[in-house]
């Protein structure tokens, strides 16, 4: 995540959020999908993730607009979509109150660290969620591992 917070610290709000949602999406992928054969669940993986992972996106709605206005206006139309907007240095990661929604990326930065540091706990502690993340990662990057 240090380079998502770099460019938060230089006040690139957009390159932050787009790097932090990035790790969101591989993170639910990774967490998520070892063992599910259809690739198509992204949205039901992000935003389970997101939900159970992030606390300031814990209710089904506020996931939604994560992974709908966020992360599918950047992944697919490098822009946010509904005037959505980053913006640094808010009282918390989301609000939802104003006629856009905003995420300041520096904050979201710091709960999806934290989602990683758990994840990294449970997968020490689990020998079986060591073995599927390793055979994902083996079928995932099987052309790179070659």
Known sequence: MTPAQRAAEAGDA?????????????????YFGPNRAD???????FQSFAQQRLASFAEPETAKILYEKFRNGLVHEAR?????????QLSRTFDNNGPVSIIDPARLVVEVRAALEV???EM??????????????RREFSFELA
Do not use: W
């Open 14 to 30: 957009l390159a932050s959020g787009l790097i932090t949602l990035t790790a969101v999406d591989a993170m639910s992928r990774m």
């Open 39 to 45: 690739k198509r669940l992204v949205h039901s993986d």
């Open 119 to 121: 994840i990294v706990c």
């Open 80 to 88: 946010l979509k509904d005037g959505c907007q980053f913006e640094l």
């Open 124 to 137: 020490k502690s689990s020998q079986q969620f060591r073995k599927e993340f390793s055979n994902c990662v």
